[in-house]
């Protein structure tokens, strides 16, 4: 295939494995692919949010400098029964890098996802105000605080659409590409040097005395010391659903290529590991696209 073609790209959800996006969206445009419309769920909402505003490379610069504290920081324990996170921090952070941004503005066509709870509905927010059509859209149930909006009770768009193909048909682009976050794949090797081993050491005593203290909040507890807690089971069966819906959804709405990242890059949590999933996503999409040239697709 002859580089330069436009594409319409489809992030998918994932909780922090959403990082190989920008790894996968640094190697296309280095192969020379112009990105002309993004849809996106959840992580993928927020990446491809970031991308069609230009702030992709503010974002990155700060989730690679965040240190131990900056982790805990953000970390804006909820009072609501909801959801464990309020995300009033981060929301504030991603409001510094993006300021006022409106959908309908963007250089680039621009699909965040959501799922309203109230209707079993999926929600597309194609205008309007960015940065509160990403909150909506990442919404991790239990994890976050819902979206209270017109009505809507809005949480992460992968609730029903994991893999939201179906905004891109109407696209007059010469390709659909996917990127999958929840592929039956090897996870690839990715060298970190020793700064960055300490500090996912740190990230994770941060995240275990987190879940801990929230554990407390809830009244859960782990004296009995099995293998698993609710937290656990909460999460696994999340992702099991979701992993379910994109061979669902995919079955109606297929595009014309899916980069497929390893779902065990890492946990839908390890916000942490930013610089070993942004890698991991490269690595992916240069061995896809690779194998897609050479297919002439």
């Known amino acids: 295939m002859k580089k330069g073609k436009k594409i319409s790209l489809v992030l998918g959800s994932g909780g922090a494995r959403g990082y190989a996006h920008i790894g996968v969206i640094e190697e296309l445009t280095k192969r020379g692919y112009e990105i002309v419309s993004i849809s996106g769920s959840s992580m993928g909402a927020l990446i491809g949010g970031l991308y069609a505003c230009g702030k992709l490379d503010l974002y990155k610069e700060w989730v690679l400098d965040l240190d131990a504290l900056d982790v805990a920081s953000l970390l804006d324990i909820s009072w609501d029964l909801r959801g464990f996170i309020g995300g009033e921090k981060v929301l504030n952070k991603l409001s510094q890098i993006v300021g006022k941004q409106n959908i309908e503005d963007l250089p680039i066509k621009f699909t965040a996802v959501a799922t309203n709870l109230k209707t079993n509905k999926e929600v597309w927010f194609q205008e309007g105000d960015l940065l509160k059509a990403i909150r909506a859209s990442i919404s991790i149930p239990t994890f976050f605080t819902p979206v209270e909006m017109n009505g809507m009770l809005l949480v992460d768009g992968g609730v029903l659409n994991p893999l939201p193909v179906a905004p891109t048909m109407s696209d007059h682009t010469d390709m659909t590409i996917a990127v999958n976050l929840y592929a039956d794949v090897p996870k690839p090797k ?10 996912q050491s740190k990230f994770e005593q941060i995240l275990n005395d987190f879940l801990q ?11 009995d010391k099995e293998s698993y807690h609710v ?3 909460m999460h696994m069966s999340f992702e099991c659903i979701q992993n379910t819906m994109i061979r669902y959804r995919l079955s109606g709405y297929y595009p014309d290529y899916i980069i497929e ?12 590991k930013a610089y ?6 490269r690595v992916a999409a240069r061995e896809a696209l690779k194998n897609m040239e050479n297919k002439n697709i």
């Open 190 to 199: 990715i060298e970190l040097s020793k700064d960055e081993e300490e500090k």
């Open 213 to 223: 203290k929230a554990q407390s909040f809830m009244n859960f507890s782990k004296e």
């Open 231 to 233: 937290f656990d089971i």
């Open 261 to 272: 990242i390893s779902r065990d890059v890492c946990g839908a949590y390890d916000f942490y």
């Open 276 to 281: 070993e999933v942004i890698e991991a996503g």
